[in-house]
């Protein structure tokens, strides 16, 4: 039996080069796998099956789709925005970039941004020693209100309002996104309906 120990128990999902840094070998993750340790997403990323954490399919992206970022009503749902629950994890990567293997589970939906509308109001959400990449809470409602024909009006309705209501929310950024993506005209005809 190999030694787990060095497997930190509040990360789900870990690379070989993390692995290769705490000191495993090949062969040691190879064993790590065949005694149900490690389950091997690809060829480049393992999934920790002694987590011991609150589980999100979000964490799964990074293997995935290294450059992949929450997005759409899959971060609609991360911010309370909205009360409508997506069938796959949205995820956006840069035009040009590919995805090499889609899993099965979680189901991942790939859009393709264009590299503007990629850098823009990307951060870094850290849970535990989980890592995932989204966009800010103004980056989503633009980017929603830009894609309305796939997100449906009662969502972007619902959407709109809950944002609105937060006290945290900050129009100013919100409107210079919309500038800077091309819909500020129509973000300001929603708003003017709903306020």
Known sequence: MINDENIPKNKIIISMKELRDRGYSQYMVSKLV???KLIKLNKSYYENTGYQGE???FYYVEAYAPRGVICLMSAAVYYNLTTFIPDAVEIAIPRK???STIPKWPPMKVHYFTDERYALGLV???EGNNLFRIYDIEKTVVDIVFY???VGIEE???ILHNYLRRQN???DRLY???KKLHCEKILRTYLEVLI
Do not use: C, N, P
Request: aromatic letters at 4%.
């Open 55 to 57: 589980e999100s399919d």
């Open 176 to 178: 210079a996104y919309a």
């Open 124 to 126: 870094t959400v850290q």
């Open 156 to 158: 972007i309705k619902e």
């Open 169 to 171: 929310r900050e129009l």
């Open 148 to 150: 309305r024909e796939r």
């Open 34 to 36: 065949d005694e149900g």
């Open 97 to 99: 970039a590919k995805v």
